[in-house]
């Protein structure tokens, strides 16, 4: 049996299908205005991946903020339990979840059979997500995708006060203006961001193995700052599927179960 993950999130449309609990294909592009069009276009490409039609895909779950809008999916689940559902089946030990993506993050406890225990949003600031560390990146002229190499350069660590995006963004100014090196500027990014993070697992409770998902979860600057916040090494997907797309997964598995395969 095929099916397909459709996770819509608030910046990309991330689209896994398997076969069998086997990862065929994953595709993504951005959210668009159009979500449901750039969903469409999200499955075309994963489809194209893994060599088979539309016809062949049996079950189409959605989830993430904008799933209501892809109508064409057969049903739809949360984020916190295409979470639970996508890490479980990569990291059967993994008891605790970590997601952050652009705009926000959350926690998710799991039980010995992969079911959600309790969970926990941060949605009130981005301060705390993906979008924080592109402001940063803006602000201080480095590309992104140079964001991790160069904050794991650092030899001194700096503290950010501010709690809000934009007064970060006035705070790493005055940085500069002080001829603060950017690699511990941006040091100083990615340990505000895990400050803020591991308070909100915190208050759930920690229980290991403790997994990180989303897209920031390529950052390896970020992950660091995480790692030595918690004072042990958080479990990454790296083998077979990015960290972004396991959100995508956890759907794509529930909708093969939803069909009975």
């Known amino acids: 049996m095929i099916t397909a993950g459709i996770d819509c999130g608030s910046k ?30 999200a ?57 952050i ?10 039980d ?7 969970f926990g949003i941060n949605e009130k600031c981005a301060a705390g997500a993906g979008a924080f560390i592109e402001a940063m990146s803006r602000a201080l002229e480095v590309d992104i995708e140079h964001m991790g190499e160069l904050s794991l350069k650092s030899t001194k660590q700096i503290p950010m006060n501010a709690q809000c995006t934009i007064f970060a963004e006035s705070e790493v100014v005055s940085l500069i203006h002080q001829k603060t090196l ?23 409770g920690i229980e290991k193995d403790v997994a990180l998902i989303g897209g920031v979860a390529n950052n390896i600057g970020f992950v660091d700052a995480m790692n030595k916040n918690l004072g042990f090494d958080l479990l990454v997907p790296k083998d077979g599927i990015a960290p972004e797309y396991v959100t995508a997964l956890g759907a794509a598995l529930r909708a093969q179960e939803k069909s009975g395969g």
Request: aromatic share 4%; hydrophobic share 40%; charged share 30%.
């Open 182 to 204: 950017k690699e511990d500027i941006i040091r100083a990014v990615h340990d505000a961001i895990a400050d803020r993070n591991t308070s909100m697992v915190r208050q759930i």
């Open 43 to 99: 499955l075309k490409s994963a489809l194209e991946k893994a060599g088979i039609k539309r016809e062949d895909v049996e079950h189409i779950t959605a989830t993430g903020a904008g799933m209501e809008a892809i109508k064409f999916s057969h049903n739809t689940i949360t984020t916190i339990t295409a979470d639970a559902r996508g890490t479980y089946s990569i990291f059967p030990s993994a008891r605790t979840v970590i997601d």
């Open 101 to 110: 993506g652009a705009e926000e993050g959350l926690v998710v406890k799991l």
């Open 112 to 118: 010995d059979q992969g079911k959600v225990k309790d």
């Open 12 to 41: 990309n449309i991330k689209v896994c299908i398997v076969k069998g609990g086997a990862i065929l294909s994953t595709a993504s592009v951005l959210s668009g205005f159009d979500q449901e069009e750039s969903a469409e276009q």
